[in-house]
């Protein structure tokens, strides 16, 4: 975090080899009306110096708390969403009537991502006003008593209007799990938090299978093997939606598990974030600003391009694996290792994104193994004999999952403003439901056992990811260059050491000894990242 104007009285020494981030210890005399809500607090208190060891507490304690929530919850999210490709291979296609030569199962696939894309608006504002805990722990129990529901349907209309209330009930949950991770974590902590919690679809995958594995053996004289599968996801979900409500706290400032004095450093830490934590102030501005920034629909782009082949594959993706000639057990069990994967390329990317720093160039690495993965799929012959090149074709295209959450990343993390934050994320969750949309449709079951015409888009898909990183990288390099030179003009200086990246002691002297003389004073003032010189672009 960046030093205060120089101008400011008494600022107080700096141990080099303790501070993390030197704040003076004045009270801002500022009007705090419609600036973030951690204005508030800190207009009450003196700022304070956060040392390397409170950071470090702190970060464990919010560790403990939030991302147990945020993990279990976006598990049971993506286990609701595939108990549709799980219960495909125990018969559902067969138990409801639906025509294997129509598109009847692909829409199942893509109604939800409708209802996501249609909700995508109202969740933004909803992100903006209503407290954070709350309002997630409220959606997910609607969507696991409805997800019960569906072990009702018996026909491909009921099937539909089920998967539709799902899909809006499920709507919010990424979009806020993006939200409270800016909310409580520095930017160069939030990539490994948000691979996290995205990573759970390699869990689920794994996790998932032995599940469907295990309740497809259940006989039953009242209800088919789908059924079971969704009644007891969905009776699992309405239990964790209790606890979300109970546990999930609202906002740093308003968490029960910090004292005092924690709370101040939890929201101090975030400073150099130049992001805030949340205003619950909807500002048309900032709406204004999000379409007219070309960063948003790089981004928005990017997530289309690659929620096509994911809502495609999620979809299907049991039903390819079945093409290679295997039973439906050996399908559910040949999709564990899919999950493995996706694990790996989750954490892996999110990881060495961290440690270099970037994340545009981990985003090209992650698109080689699935263009890789498809031209396999293509051209090698669907013989018995080929099925082990064939399982690694498929296993190579696993490494999607890993891109979606650096896109995320990437935006939250060069996007500033509370309204424009959550605006962003909404309208990128436009683009990634439109693609789920899509991607189904790109498949049919009867064109099995090649599916020619979904790989041949899939890959021309992943080229074109690559190529809109590539654009991003040289804009953001842009703003970066425009926002020093705007610095430099007001008397600051033009080279800034980003605390909001560093974790390590050493680097905190390095932001200590920084001439960034009032760097920083704009961070809960709820300003945009354009407007905001202090605003420091990631690649």
Not at 132 to 146: A, D, L, P, Q, Y
Request: proline share 4%; net charge positive.
């Amino acid at each position: 975090m960046a030093k205060d104007d120089a101008s400011t009285p008494a600022e107080p020494e700096i141990n080099k080899n303790t501070v993390e981030t030197a704040e003076s210890v004045h009270k801002p005399t500022v009007n705090v009306k419609g600036k973030d809500k951690a204005a508030e607090l800190l207009n009450s208190n003196e700022r304070i110096t956060v040392t390397p060891e409170e950071n470090k507490r702190v970060l464990r304690k919010i560790d403990l708390v939030i991302l147990p929530i945020l993990l279990s919850v976006y598990f049971l999210q993506s286990l609701d969403k595939t108990t549709l490709s799980y219960a495909s291979v125990f018969g559902l296609i067969e138990d409801a009537n639906l025509d294997p030569d129509s598109d009847q199962y692909s829409w199942l696939g893509s109604i939800v991502y409708i209802a996501q894309l249609v909700m995508q608006p109202i969740v933004a504002v909803l992100l903006v006003k209503i407290p954070m805990g709350k309002f997630v722990g409220v959606m997910v129990f609607t969507w696991g008593v409805i997800l019960c529901g569906m072990a009702g349907t018996r026909n491909f209309a009921g099937l539909m209007a089920t998967r539709f209330l799902l899909g809006a009930a499920e709507s919010a949950v990424a979009p806020a799990f993006i939200a409270v991770v800016q909310m409580w974590y520095k930017r160069g902590e939030q990539t490994n938090r948000n691979a996290s919690w995205y990573a759970m679809l390699g869990i689920v995958n794994i996790l998932g299978s032995l599940l469907s594995y295990g309740l497809g053996h259940i006989k039953s004289n009242a209800l088919h093997s789908y059924q079971i599968i969704f009644l007891f996801c969905g009776l699992l979900t309405v239990v964790t939606a209790t606890a979300v409500f109970i546990f999930m706290p609202d906002s740093p400032m308003e968490a029960r598990f910090l004292n005092d004095h924690e709370k101040l450093v939890a929201v101090e830490r975030l400073r150099m974030n130049q992001m805030g934590v949340a205003s619950r102030v909807w500002k048309w501005d900032h709406v204004l600003e999000t379409f007219l920034d070309l960063k948003t629909w790089l981004w928005f782009f990017m997530l289309t391009a690659v929620s096509i082949p994911s809502g495609g594959i999620t979809t299907f993706g049991p039903l390819i694996i079945q093409s290679f000639g295997f039973s439906k057990f050996q399908t559910i069990l040949f999709n564990m290792p899919f999950g493995a994967v996706q694990i790996f390329a989750t954490l892996g990317g999110a990881w060495l994104a961290t440690r270099i720093k970037m994340k545009s160039p981990v985003l090209i690495l992650l698109c080689i193994p699935p263009i890789i993965g498809i031209i396999i799929l293509m051209v090698v012959g669907r013989e018995k004999h080929n099925r082990g090149v064939l399982l690694v074709g498929y296993y190579l295209t696993s490494f999607y999952p890993g891109i979606s959450p650096l896109i995320y990343s990437w935006s939250g993390q060069n996007t500033g403003g509370d309204t424009k934050r959550k605006v962003t994320t909404s309208f990128l969750f436009v683009g990634a439901s439109a693609g789920n949309i899509i991607g189904p449709l790109l498949f049919k079951p009867s064109e099995k056992p090649k599916y020619s015409r979904g790989l041949r888009a899939n890959l021309g898909l992943f080229i074109a990811i690559v190529v809109l990183v590539v654009v991003g990288m040289i804009y953001v390099k842009f703003l970066n260059r425009k926002h020093a030179a705007a610095r430099e003009r007001l008397g600051k200086s033009a080279h800034v050491v980003d605390t909001s990246m560093q974790n390590k002691a050493s680097d905190s002297e390095d932001a200590a000894n920084a001439e960034a003389s009032g760097v920083g004073d704009k961070a809960f003032d709820d300003v945009t990242d354009l407007k905001n010189e202090d605003f420091i672009y990631l690649l």
